[in-house]
């Protein structure tokens, strides 16, 4: 059973249709990189699949069932919404942390927050909040962060507060896992120790979709490549099919500009 199926997922932002009948789908471990050019629809798919944006239409499912149904006219409630969007964890471009919370406050805040909702929280509070908190550091040892755990974002890297946001994206155990560039924001000499949680993590077997341009890296650690162009996939195959020996002029293009740089 695929963990993920996104089939004809479409969107327009006014008369501007960004996506124009995506579809793809994936296996539980496996790490799939999406690349091309700014523009052609990725951080609006990303966007798309964790309901930080409604499709228009399309549907997704999660381990065989039918998440969203674009076709459906009754709309998802915003429960409905949530409750979705716990299949995934997302990483965004900026860190996107809270200033006044320190990094271990970061990462434990959205499970507390669950957790309270849980019809056995007042009874088992202390336990519940211990076992959140030992997770937490867990995941930011897990990231190289076990020192940090007490620093706020001011006083972290810009590569630290980075991987805080991953160890937070890991916090509610999701289903998959999505990075929008998440180098995009660094230094060059902090985008390696990013790159090496990522690599950790696909050596791991957690099911990732990673939007970037370091096609080194996407070469190295993924099982797929998709490439994107004006709103649709033009290739899907193994990282040699599509980066070594690519099907469409558009493909081929891109490629020979980025050995061009």
Same mark, same amino acid.
């Given at each position: 059973m695929k %963990?993920?199926?996104i089939?004809?997922?479409r969107?327009? +932002?006014?008369? =501007?249709?960004? &996506?124009?009948?995506?579809?793809f789908?994936?296996?539980?471990?496996?790490?799939?990189?999406?690349?091309?050019?700014?523009?052609?629809?990725?951080t609006? &798919?990303?966007?798309?699949?964790?309901f930080l944006?409604e499709? *228009?239409?399309? !549907? %997704?499912?999660?381990?065989?069932?039918c998440?969203? $149904?674009?076709?459906?006219?009754?709309k998802?409630?915003?429960?409905?919404v949530?409750?979705?969007?716990l299949n995934?964890?997302l990483? +965004?471009q900026?860190?996107?942390l +809270?200033?006044?919370? =320190?990094a271990l406050?970061?990462v434990?805040l959205?499970?507390?927050?669950?957790?309270?909702?849980?019809?056995?929280y007042k009874?088992n509070?202390k336990?519940?909040i211990?076992?959140?908190?030992?997770?937490a550091k867990a995941?930011?040892?897990r990231v190289?962060l076990? $020192?940090?755990? $007490?620093n706020?974002?001011c006083?972290?890297s810009?590569?630290?507060?980075?991987?805080v946001s991953i160890?937070?994206?890991l916090?509610?155990?999701?289903?998959?896992?999505f990075? *929008?560039e998440? =180098?995009s924001?660094? *230094?060059?000499?902090l985008t390696g120790?990013i790159?090496?949680?990522? @690599?950790d993590?696909?050596?791991k077997k957690? =099911?990732m979709? %990673?939007?970037t341009?370091?096609?080194d890296?996407?070469?190295?650690?993924?099982d797929? %490549?998709? +490439?994107?162009?004006?709103?649709?996939?033009?290739?899907d195959?193994?990282p040699?099919d599509?980066?070594?020996?690519? !099907?469409?002029?558009?493909?081929?293009?891109?490629? @020979?500009?980025l050995? *061009?740089?």
């Amino acid at each position: 059973m695929k %963990i993920l199926e996104i089939k004809d997922l479409r969107k327009s +932002f006014g008369k =501007t249709e960004v &996506l124009k009948g995506v579809s793809f789908s994936m296996e539980e471990g496996e790490v799939l990189s999406i690349i091309g050019s700014s523009g052609s629809g990725k951080t609006t &798919l990303l966007r798309s699949i964790n309901f930080l944006e409604e499709a *228009d239409c399309g !549907k %997704i499912y999660v381990e065989g069932n039918c998440i969203y $149904d674009g076709s459906s006219a009754k709309k998802l409630t915003a429960a409905q919404v949530r409750e979705n969007q716990l299949n995934f964890g997302l990483v +965004f471009q900026s860190f996107n942390l +809270f200033p006044q919370y =320190t990094a271990l406050e970061n990462v434990t805040l959205a499970p507390l927050l669950l957790a309270k909702e849980r019809s056995d929280y007042k009874a088992n509070k202390k336990a519940i909040i211990e076992e959140i908190e030992n997770n937490a550091k867990a995941l930011l040892e897990r990231v190289g962060l076990a $020192d940090r755990m $007490d620093n706020y974002p001011c006083q972290l890297s810009g590569g630290q507060q980075q991987r805080v946001s991953i160890a937070r994206a890991l916090a509610l155990n999701p289903k998959v896992l999505f990075f *929008d560039e998440p =180098t995009s924001a660094l *230094d060059p000499e902090l985008t390696g120790e990013i790159l090496r949680v990522i @690599r950790d993590l696909a050596q791991k077997k957690v =099911t990732m979709v %990673i939007v970037t341009h370091e096609i080194d890296f996407a070469r190295n650690v993924s099982d797929r %490549i998709i +490439f994107m162009a004006d709103g649709v996939v033009l290739e899907d195959g193994t990282p040699a099919d599509v980066l070594d020996n690519p !099907k469409h002029e558009k493909t081929k293009a891109f490629l @020979r500009k980025l050995n *061009d740089k």
